[in-house]
């Protein structure tokens, strides 16, 4: 199992970043996907989820109507997309994997993670 | 959303010793869906423990779960010199998945 994140970097706040993690090694289609974030020197934070087809997603309330998760099965590809960017989104985003499929599922594989530096 | 509280949050111990963690939820945690973490500097977190008390695949058995609805425990039962890192719990059966802060194990 692989999971590489990539889209990170520097923007000013307000702006956007699209953060794309590939993924290998398994069939992807079959898992739900999550992204997690670390702030500098802070603990892990759930930031969104996602269903194996797509069709269900999920937010937590600190980014809900800024971030959209998705995803392409085809291309074994999740995606998030971060719009009106605050400092306080400055962290290293992390992919992971469901351990199972199904709804309820811990995350058993994770990226390397990709830093998101919001600042002006 | 369920608020997780951890702690201590940082336990001075030698290797050999016992480890104990402990997760508080506000709520009660759905079905034991409760997972710890272990996360090395510069490192992403590895699963440890699923379902309140079940090894992920590979981790030895020094490491064992426990607990239900509100409380859960996480103990180490000799320390090893790769165990010192810092744990998160998760719960994993509601929306927005919650960790708690995080529990910082430290060579004494």
């Known amino acids: 199992v692989q999971l590489l994140e990539s889209g990170g970097g520097s923007v000013q706040p307000g702006g956007s970043l699209r953060l794309s993690c590939a993924a290998s090694?398994?069939?992807?289609?079959?898992?739900?996907m999550s992204w997690v974030r670390q702030g500098p020197g802070k603990g892990l934070e759930w930031v969104s989820g996602?269903?194996?087809?797509?069709?269900?997603?999920y937010y937590a309330d600190s980014v809900k109507g800024r971030f959209t998760i998705s995803r392409d099965n085809l291309k074994n590809t999740l995606y998030v997309q971060m719009n009106s960017l605050r400092s306080e989104d400055t962290a290293v985003y992390y992919c992971?994997?469901?351990?199972?499929?199904?709804?309820?599922?811990?995350?058993?594989?994770w990226g390397q993670g990709t830093l998101v530096t919001v600042s002006s | 959303e369920i608020v997780l509280t951890q702690s201590p949050g940082t336990l001075s111990l030698s290797p050999g010793e016992r480890a104990t963690l402990s997760c508080r939820a506000s709520?009660?945690?759905?079905?034991?869906?409760l997972a710890w973490y272990q996360q090395k500097p510069g490192q992403a977190p590895r699963l440890l423990i699923y379902?309140?008390?079940s090894r992920a695949t590979g981790i030895p058995d020094r490491f064992s779960g426990s607990g239900s609805r509100t409380d859960f425990t996480l103990t180490i039962s000799r320390l090893e010199p790769e165990d010192f890192a810092v744990y998160y719990c998760?719960?994993?059966?509601?929306?927005?998945?919650?960790f708690g802060g995080g529990t910082k194990v430290e060579i004494k």
């Open positions: 992971a994997k469901a351990a199972a499929s199904g709804s309820f599922s811990p995350n058993d594989y």
């Open positions: 090694g398994f069939t992807f289609s079959s898992y739900a």
């Open positions: 996602i269903s194996d087809s797509g069709g269900s997603t």
């Open positions: 709520q009660s945690v759905s079905s034991s869906y």
């Open positions: 379902g309140t008390s």
């Open positions: 998760q719960q994993y059966g509601s929306s927005p998945r919650t």
